[in-house]
């Protein structure tokens, strides 16, 4: 998204980001839009030679810690994901912009959540990331990459983490006289997770390959996010299942994983958009591979 920096912006924001200077954070949801993002009511109007900015964010990642963040707003309620959104670039520290709460989480525990809130907070009119009333299809076109890397792939390494670690554990562990990894019903739940790791993984390399070749990979993407997620809960269950009480121990990284694993159903899209998006292209267009 940060691509579409321009003039000093690039300097500002673009090259601290990715050199590790400077931290982001990236505030669309709101207590009244998730699922629905385009009903946003965060509101910016121009006056004069400055944006004012109004309206509360929540469950921002890295929203406590971030220098900057990239803001959705309102900038023509009548046209909203038509012409009417648009993305700015506010830095922590402007007055109005205030970390109202920070919101503890189930998982993901390594970086913070929190609500935003501006009251009118001005910022200047260069401010704009992109152009202005273009920041839904900006934001739009960058998920599918974030989705992709983010749910996709990571969700194909912590589960390979989880299955080795089931793998190692049923060729040392004994009962009943027997490694537990002789037992069928242990062989299943390591068979399954094999499996579908090896089906997510294939899809989101071959979704990549579409991206790479400049195809739309929108319906592929929204398939990979409801698998790859789901998978990866499956599989970080089926690993603490193999472990017994150690599973459920805090001695294994297990129980965060499970808990890590959980969220990657909510963000992003929720599974359930997500499905529905592949059921209204499915309809439509029939099964594109
Ligand atoms: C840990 C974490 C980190 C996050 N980080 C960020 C961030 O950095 N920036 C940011 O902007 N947001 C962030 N979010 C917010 C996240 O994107 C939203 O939580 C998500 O989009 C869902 O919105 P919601 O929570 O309002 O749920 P809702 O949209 O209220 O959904 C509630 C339920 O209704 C279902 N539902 C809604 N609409 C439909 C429909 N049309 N058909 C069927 N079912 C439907 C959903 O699937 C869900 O089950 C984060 C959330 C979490 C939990």
């Known amino acids: 998204m940060l691509m ?4 000093d912006q690039v ?35 121009l006056d004069g030679d400055e944006w004012v900015l109004n309206g509360t964010k929540h469950f921002i990642s890295d929203g406590d810690i971030a220098d900057y963040v990239i803001l959705m707003a309102l900038t023509d309620k009548d046209k909203r994901a038509r012409g009417g959104i648009t993305l700015f670039l506010v830095d922590r520290g402007t007055p109005g912009f205030k970390v109202a709460r920070t919101q503890p989480m ?48 990571r969700a194909v390494g912590m589960a390979q983490r989880a299955l080795e ?48 070749q400049g195809r739309d990979a929108r319906d592929k993407v929204s398939m990979i996010k409801v698998a790859a997620s789901e998978m990866q809960g499956r599989v970080v269950d089926r690993a603490i299942q193999v472990f017994g009480g150690m599973g459920f121990s805090k001695d294994l990284p297990l129980e965060r994983m499970y808990r890590d694993a959980r969220v990657t159903r909510i963000y992003d899209g929720t599974s359930e958009i997500h499905r529905m998006l592949v059921a209204r292209s499915t309809i439509k267009n029939g099964l594109q591979l």
């Open 4 to 7: 579409a920096c321009k003039g």
């Open 11 to 45: 300097e500002r924001y673009l090259l601290p980001t990715v050199k590790g200077d400077k931290i982001c954070a990236m505030a669309i949801t709101e207590p009244g839009a998730g699922s629905d993002a385009a009903s946003i009511s965060t509101r910016a109007h």
């Open 106 to 153: 189930m998982g993901h525990r390594g970086y913070g959540h929190a609500e935003l809130s501006f009251e009118d907070c001005r910022i200047p009119k260069a401010a704009v990331l992109g152009e202005v009333g273009a920041g839904f299809k900006l934001i739009m076109q960058s998920v599918l990459q974030i989705r992709l890397a983010h749910i996709g792939a």
């Open 165 to 212: 670690m089931m793998r190692r554990h049923a060729g040392e562990r004994r009962q009943f006289g027997q490694l537990i990894g002789e037992f069928q019903m242990v062989q299943k739940l390591i068979a399954d997770s094999a499996t579908e790791i090896f089906g997510v993984k294939m899809m989101v390399m071959n979704a990549a390959w579409d991206i790479d």
